[in-house]
């Protein structure tokens, strides 16, 4: 289990508990987060699961493989904390993820 917290473009805040092996975008979908959409389901195909990952947690995180990369050229305002919220796996590690919505996606 891992504790994430989502901020929306609003400033609106999302406490949330993720399942370990779930994915962040998973997560976001399940507790009502607005602002994922999550079009392909999870498939690193669509680019509307786009988030950034604070600062302080990128390290953690990771970087993105060379297909999320890819598809990452399509989202919306990409920055150099963006990430694919289908593609960030959760697990005790990341207890304490705090991540942002972008203002709209695509
Ligand atoms: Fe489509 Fe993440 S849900 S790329």
Redesign the pocket.
């Known amino acids: 289990m891992a504790k994430i917290t989502f901020t929306t473009h609003d400033n609106q805040t999302f406490n949330v508990e993720g399942e370990d092996g779930a994915?962040v975008?998973e997560t976001a979908i399940k507790n009502a987060v607005p602002g994922?959409?999550?079009?392909?389901?999870?498939?690193?195909?669509?680019?509307?699961?786009?988030v950034y990952v604070a600062d302080t947690w990128m390290e953690k995180v990771g970087s993105p493989e060379a297909m999320?990369e890819d598809?990452l050229d399509f989202a919306y305002d990409v920055r150099p904390t963006s990430r694919?919220?289908?593609?960030i796996r959760i697990s005790d590690d990341l207890d304490g993820l705090a991540v942002t919505v972008p203002e709209r996606q695509g």
């Open positions: 994915t975008m994922i959409e999550a079009e392909c389901g999870g498939a690193c195909a669509c680019a509307t699961c786009h999320e598809m694919l919220s289908c593609q």
